[in-house]
């Protein structure tokens, strides 16, 4: 099936609605994957199906 896939840092919210909003879903969290700001952030793994 066609789809777009994604990661997002845990700490852009922002950009996290705005997939959200585009229609992109969650499907996988990697946690402490970057680190940033003094702590450690997850990679949020989303995809938008195209079928």
């Known amino acids: ?3 777009i896939e994604l990661g997002v840092f845990g ?3 922002a950009a996290h609605r705005l997939y959200q909003k585009l229609g992109y879903h ?3 969290r990697i946690e ?3 680190y ?3 702590q450690f ?3 949020i793994r989303m995809e938008k ?3």
Do not use: K
């Open 49 to 51: 199906r195209l079928d």
């Open 32 to 34: 402490a994957f970057t």
């Open 1 to 3: 099936m066609p789809r």
């Open 26 to 28: 969650e499907i996988a």
């Open 11 to 13: 700490f852009n919210e």
């Open 41 to 43: 952030w997850p990679d």
């Open 36 to 38: 940033w700001d003094g």
